[in-house]
């Protein structure tokens, strides 16, 4: 076999943690916005049904309950416009990063086989066809690539790093192409609940699509729009041509959400109020920091959606970091996202109001 280092890249936080170090050492603490992980409390109706399922001795399935999967399409049909969403339309997943470092394996691709992703992405997308021995490739518009051997196009919108928004055209268009060369399209909108200068569109919606969900997938997470990053509840939506065959494999891998956390994604899907109260605190934060930055002497540039703003001052992304982290403040470099962002950062909102607050007084000495 070889070496874990032949097939994937450096673990690329490891880098980071010099200038975690410097920002750590700051007077009043560090302020890590760095990682998006969700730092607000579990939703009180989300722990009580968590606790009230945590009698769960058997096994669950790795389908999950027909609750779940009721919960799941009136979601989709309330929440993304989609039409038509049968339980066949469905599969649960734990959580959303497993299942794109894993899916170009479980497709069955190989040797020979291509996998596309964005220029600036997630690295995982990357991840995921390293471990599957495919080739991968890397794009700015898919529709100009050669589509041949080409089995899996990984499209992000809202996307992470740069909260660029694919509009309804586009999407439209990207669709067609890969229908049109057979090629399977899989959305990973995580984000797509938290648009805040336009309103991201899903795969799944008609407009997009035809009405028909044929080599279209969509990706979807608790973790960022209910901060249950933790619990480790997401889900695939789309063709069941697709998702038949991926659950067959999955129960023979045994990769099942537990009972409990079912139970809880149950009752997240079922409430729009404390998405609309964490979209709230996200806005207040963003406000505040998008301000901080620009008068500090960045740019910023797309942002429009996400948890993130992806912010330049015309250098270096390492010379940004370090020149934040003396300031206490911990952000992304760009390049973690690929070599077209080595001169941004990635700033994440997800850090307490208080936190928030530090970072923009720290901005404004």
Request: hydrophobic content about 40%; aromatic content about 6%.
């Given at each position: 076999m070889s070496a874990v280092s032949d097939r994937l890249p450096t673990f690329p936080w490891d880098k980071l943690e010099p200038f975690k170090k410097t920002a750590a050492a700051h007077p009043d603490g560090i302020v890590d916005l760095s990682v998006g992980t969700?730092?607000?409390?579990?939703?009180?109706?989300?722990?009580?049904?968590?606790?009230?399922?945590?009698?769960?001795?058997g096994y669950p399935t790795v389908w999950g309950t027909p609750?779940?999967?009721?919960?799941?399409?009136?979601?989709?049909?309330?929440?993304?416009?989609?039409?038509?969403?049968?339980?066949?339309h469905?599969?649960?997943?734990?959580?959303?990063?497993?299942?794109?470092?894993?899916?170009?394996?479980?497709?069955?691709?190989?040797?020979?086989?291509?996998?596309?992703?964005?220029?600036?992405?997630?690295?995982?997308?990357?991840?995921?066809?390293?471990?599957?021995?495919?080739?991968?490739?890397?794009?700015?518009?898919?529709?100009?690539?050669?589509?041949?051997?080409?089995?899996?196009?990984w499209l992000n919108s809202p996307s992470n790093p740069t909260g660029r928004v694919l509009?309804?055209?586009?999407?439209?268009?990207?669709?067609?192409?890969?229908?049109?060369?057979?090629?399977?399209?899989?959305?990973?909108?995580?984000?797509?609940?938290?648009?805040?200068?336009?309103?991201?569109?899903?795969?799944?919606?008609?407009?997009?699509n035809g009405g028909s969900l044929d080599g279209v997938v969509a990706v979807h997470s608790l973790s960022k729009r209910s901060n249950l990053a933790g619990y480790r509840a997401a889900f695939l939506l789309?063709?069941?041509?697709?998702?038949?065959?991926?659950?067959?494999?999955?129960?023979?891998?045994?990769?099942?959400?537990?009972?409990?956390?079912q139970a809880a994604a149950v009752a997240a899907l079922g409430d729009d109020a404390h998405v609309h109260e964490q979209r709230e605190r996200y806005a207040a934060r963003r406000t505040v920091l998008r301000r901080a930055l620009l008068d500090h002497g960045f740019r910023i540039e797309h942002s429009e959606a996400g948890l993130y703003l992806w912010a330049t001052r015309d250098e270096s992304c390492w010379d940004t970091v370090a020149h934040l982290a003396e300031r206490g403040i911990l952000v992304a470099p760009g390049d973690f996202y690929g070599p077209a962002g080595e001169r941004f950062v990635r700033v994440a909102l997800t850090a307490t109001d208080e936190r928030i607050e530090a970072a923009a007084r720290r901005l404004a000495q």
């Amino acid at each position: 076999m070889s070496a874990v280092s032949d097939r994937l890249p450096t673990f690329p936080w490891d880098k980071l943690e010099p200038f975690k170090k410097t920002a750590a050492a700051h007077p009043d603490g560090i302020v890590d916005l760095s990682v998006g992980t969700p730092v607000d409390p579990v939703p009180e109706l989300v722990q009580k049904a968590l606790i009230a399922a945590a009698d769960s001795p058997g096994y669950p399935t790795v389908w999950g309950t027909p609750e779940l999967r009721d919960a799941i399409t009136g979601w989709a049909e309330r929440r993304l416009g989609a039409r038509g969403i049968t339980h066949r339309h469905v599969l649960p997943v734990v959580g959303s990063k497993e299942l794109v470092a894993w899916l170009p394996t479980q497709l069955g691709l190989g040797p020979g086989d291509k996998v596309a992703h964005p220029r600036l992405a997630y690295p995982t997308y990357e991840v995921g066809a390293r471990l599957a021995r495919a080739d991968h490739e890397a794009y700015d518009d898919p529709t100009a690539l050669d589509p041949a051997n080409l089995k899996l196009l990984w499209l992000n919108s809202p996307s992470n790093p740069t909260g660029r928004v694919l509009g309804k055209e586009e999407l439209t268009r990207i669709v067609a192409w890969a229908r049109e060369h057979g090629v399977l399209v899989v959305a990973d909108e995580c984000y797509l609940e938290l648009g805040w200068e336009t309103e991201p569109v899903s795969v799944l919606h008609p407009d997009v699509n035809g009405g028909s969900l044929d080599g279209v997938v969509a990706v979807h997470s608790l973790s960022k729009r209910s901060n249950l990053a933790g619990y480790r509840a997401a889900f695939l939506l789309g063709d069941p041509a697709v998702l038949d065959p991926l659950l067959q494999i999955r129960k023979h891998g045994g990769m099942m959400t537990s009972a409990p956390t079912q139970a809880a994604a149950v009752a997240a899907l079922g409430d729009d109020a404390h998405v609309h109260e964490q979209r709230e605190r996200y806005a207040a934060r963003r406000t505040v920091l998008r301000r901080a930055l620009l008068d500090h002497g960045f740019r910023i540039e797309h942002s429009e959606a996400g948890l993130y703003l992806w912010a330049t001052r015309d250098e270096s992304c390492w010379d940004t970091v370090a020149h934040l982290a003396e300031r206490g403040i911990l952000v992304a470099p760009g390049d973690f996202y690929g070599p077209a962002g080595e001169r941004f950062v990635r700033v994440a909102l997800t850090a307490t109001d208080e936190r928030i607050e530090a970072a923009a007084r720290r901005l404004a000495q």
